[in-house]
Every structure is written in structure tokens, then in C-alpha cells.
């Protein structure tokens, strides 16, 4: 393809319609907080959080993701902001019926409807970067269609530009974290998020980590319909996680533990997580095991980083300080000074406090969900006083899924013995039969390791 061909061109301006967007939707949002919190501009933070949420919504892309990860870190944004913000992957504006018709020719051809002869025109889902439709094939088997928005890669590449501006910025003012890591991989994930091939190869792979596990499903992929933006696969009928709060204990429980090893199996057998633990992403079964439903955010870990994470539980366990400098060398902390190294271990000592103690409690010990963000707030301020930190790459997606899994069985009001769960899964680890299974498993699923 020539350099100005029609395509190149539309890419091109495509391109620079969504700088233009995102700069001036974002600025204006930027500035609105910077107002708020410099100058004391503005009072009514609820109307402007909702009006974040429709801008960066209607932006859809990575800003959403983006910004959902900056509401997890403390004092980022008022807390408004935040509340308003967490929403927005289940709440995003969805395409309507013609552009759902445009992108499903493009993808199947004109025939694509004789191939799903019942295609709901309403998505149930819309969620940053596409949206999910129900169908049925000709045989009348119930599928899902995870249909990819219209130019999503002109879209990132031009985000993920602003992003690094905006990210750059917020370092000026709040250095206890540098950018630079989590901006590489936000990079390399979203780019992976893109590719519905590969997420096919995410879900096959889940299937055979999983495969022993009756407390999960996974679906089973339609691999003739799908492409590199729509990924078709078995409808699970399950009810939403957010709506079992009222059930009674042994479900809940039941359904905490079900997540505990859809998540944590993959992890300690094979190096691998699902990076993005939001009750939208499962569903419950009648039975009270659960449905795992999307596969584009996965990580793959190297055995060494998984073996810092077995090294820092002894070491939390044992109060041992040079097994903890052990720990976070092999994640990549680099230079850590004793005081630092302190102020990462009350971070640590709170993840893995339910792990401890041989006995049935929460997750954690307030039911409140500020609990671990007070927790994180003096952990940040304590390392901005101190010059602040580069944590490795690795170290994002791990601590965002591990929180956001406490959320849920916080949510869920799960009173488990966390301690006897955790110690079934890593009962006989070693690190380097966990790397040759790694390595054989994604060999077997076409897959790098990284």
C-alpha cells in the first residue's frame, strides 16, 4: 500500500480528527479537575463527574480504561470523579443498528446474515474498545458476538499520544509513581486488546488451564465466524455478579471461591492472569460456579516474577526483611533503600493479610471499599516524600487485577478461610515446573511470552 493511497489517507485523517477530539474533550476535563483541586473552582462535583463520564463514554477507546486505572490510584482525582468513572466499561455508549450492519459486512461479507440468521439489533454489551450482540447460528445454537468499533487502531494510536502527555503532566505534580513503565504497558496491552485472533488464542488457552476446574466455564469459540475484529463464541446464560448480594452465604461463598481459582489457577500453575477482574467480564452460574467471558486483557508472566510473589508472602509471613529485598529485586524494584522497602511492605502486608491467618474472615478487615484506598493514599504520600518509585512493568497489571478481585468478594460479602484456599494452589510450587509448563502450553496455543 502506497504512502498516500485512499486508505492511508483515511487512517491519516481519522488519525488527526481523534487527536483534535481527545485533546480538547480531555483538556477540558483535566483543567475542570485542576480547577477543583488548585483553585477552588466549581462545587458541583457530582453534575461534572457525570459529565466526565459522558465525554470520556462517548470518547469509548483507551481513555476509558485509562481512566478507570487513575480512579484506582489515590488522590489522582476527587473522589466524584472516581465513583462516576468506575462505571464506565459496563455503561459505555453503544453503535447503533447501521453502523452494527456496516461493521458486520466488513468483517463477514454480505452474506453475514444468513450465517447468524438471528442477530439482536440492541448490544447487551458496549464496553471501551466494542460491543457484544447476541445471536444464533443456523443450527440454532446461542452465540456471542464481540463486534470491535469502527477504526479502533487509528483511535488507540492517537490515545495512547495524548495519554503519554497527560501522564507526563500528572508526574509534575504527583511523582511517588513514575509513568514510565505503566505507559509501556498500557501500550503494549491495549495494542494486544485490538487483535480478536489473538483473544481467540486467550480463550482456547483458558480453556485447557481451566479445563479441570468444575467451578468455571469457559465458552467454546466459533473460530469460522471470527476475525481480527469480531470474535464469535457459546452464549453462558449466567446473572450478574453485582446482583448477588443479597443471596444467601454458602452462594455467595461459593461464588467467591469459584473467582478465587478461575483467577488464581492460571496464575501459580502457568504464570498467566486475567488482567482485568470486572464483575462485567463473568457471570454466575445457577449453580454458583461462574462464567469467565472475556480473554483480551492477559498477561503472561516470566517464573521469576511469579517466584517474587511466593518469595514476598514468606517474607510477610516471616517478618523477614531481606527475603522481602529478595522479592522485589526479582519483580524489578531496583535500589530499594531500607525506608522505601518498609513503606512497600505495609502495601504488602495488606494484599496478603487474608493469606496469613488459618482462619474464616473477609477479605479484608473494614467492609468499607476506602479501606484499601486509605491504605494506598499514605503508602503513595509516603513514597512522594521520598522521591517516589519506578515500578516494573508487571507490577500494573498484577496490582490492578489483585484489587479489583478484593472488590468483588468484598462486594459479594465472602467469609471464606482465604488462607486454606491460597494454600491449595501453591501447595508443592515449583517455579521451574511452572515455567516448563508455561512454556509448553504456549507453544501449544501459538503464543510469546509476553
Not at 40 to 66: C, I, Q, R
Not at 309 to 335: C, N, P, S, T
Not at 345 to 365: C, G, H, K, S, T
Request: proline share 5%.
Amino acid at each position: 500500500m502506497t504512502k498516500n493511497s485512499p486508505v492511508s489517507e483515511k487512517r491519516f485523517m481519522g488519525h488527526t480528527r481523534r487527536v483534535v477530539e481527545v485533546g480538547s474533550s480531555v483538556a477540558s476535563l483535566v483543567l475542570g479537575m485542576a480547577g477543583r483541586r488548585y483553585l477552588g473552582v466549581g462545587n458541583d462535583l457530582d453534575h461534572a463527574a457525570a459529565k466526565a463520564t459522558a465525554v470520556l463514554g462517548g470518547l469509548k477507546g483507551p481513555f476509558m480504561k485509562v481512566f478507570q486505572i487513575l480512579a484506582t490510584i489515590p488522590d489522582v482525582m476527587p473522589k466524584e470523579y472516581s465513583d462516576a468513572l468506575r462505571q464506565l466499561q459496563s455503561n459505555a455508549p453503544p453503535m447503533g443498528w447501521s453502523f452494527v450492519q456496516r461493521r458486520m459486512c466488513g468483517e463477514l461479507g454480505s452474506g453475514w446474515a444468513q450465517k447468524l440468521p438471528e442477530f439482536s439489533h440492541k448490544a447487551i454489551h458496549a464496553a471501551s474498545l466494542g460491543q457484544v450482540h447476541r445471536a444464533k447460528l443456523p443450527d440454532g445454537c446461542d452465540v456471542a458476538c464481540k463486534l470491535q468499533y469502527p477504526d479502533m487502531r487509528s483511535v488507540v494510536d492517537a490515545d495512547l499520544k495524548q495519554l503519554k502527555v497527560i501522564l507526563n503532566l500528572y508526574m509534575r505534580t504527583n511523582p511517588a509513581i513514575s509513568p514510565e513503565n505503566i505507559y509501556a504497558e498500557l501500550v503494549d496491552r491495549l495494542h494486544e486488546e485490538l487483535d480478536y485472533c489473538r483473544e481467540l488464542k486467550h480463550l482456547m488457552l483458558y480453556r485447557e488451564m481451566l479445563q479441570d476446574e468444575s467451578c468455571v466455564t469457559v465458552p467454546e469459540p466459533i473460530a469460522e465466524l471470527s476475525t481480527d475484529r469480531l470474535l464469535v463464541m457459546q452464549w453462558l446464560s449466567g446473572s450478574s455478579l453485582m446482583d448477588v448480594g443479597d443471596a444467601p452465604p454458602e452462594q455467595r461463598n461459593a461464588l467467591a471461591r469459584a473467582m478465587f481459582r478461575t483467577w488464581y489457577v492460571p496464575f501459580y500453575r502457568y504464570g498467566i492472569i486475567h488482567g482485568d477482574s470486572h464483575p462485567g467480564n463473568y457471570s454466575a452460574r445457577e449453580d454458583h460456579g461462574v462464567n469467565l467471558l472475556d480473554f483480551g486483557c492477559v498477561r503472561v508472566f516470566s517464573p521469576q516474577f511469579v517466584l517474587g510473589v511466593m518469595e514476598l508472602y514468606y517474607a510477610i509471613r516471616d517478618q523477614d526483611q531481606d527475603r522481602a529485598a529478595h522479592a522485589y529485586e526479582l519483580w524489578g524494584f531496583d535500589h530499594l533503600s531500607r525506608e522505601v522497602l518498609e513503606i512497600l511492605n505495609v502495601w504488602a502486608n495488606f494484599l496478603y493479610a487474608p493469606f496469613l491467618e488459618d482462619r474464616v474472615q473477609r477479605i479484608q478487615q473494614s467492609d468499607s471499599g476506602q479501606y484499601g484506598a486509605g491504605i494506598a493514599g499514605g503508602v503513595y504520600k509516603r513514597l512522594k516524600e521520598r522521591g517516589g518509585v519506578t515500578p516494573p512493568r508487571e507490577f500494573l497489571l498484577m496490582d490492578r487485577a489483585a484489587i479489583g478481585l478484593g472488590a468483588v468478594f468484598l462486594r459479594m460479602r465472602a467469609e471464606i478461610n482465604w488462607y486454606q484456599e491460597f494454600h491449595r494452589l501453591i501447595s508443592g510450587f515449583d517455579h521451574e515446573t511452572m515455567a516448563q509448563n508455561q512454556a509448553d502450553i504456549l507453544k501449544r496455543h501459538g503464543l510469546d511470552g509476553s
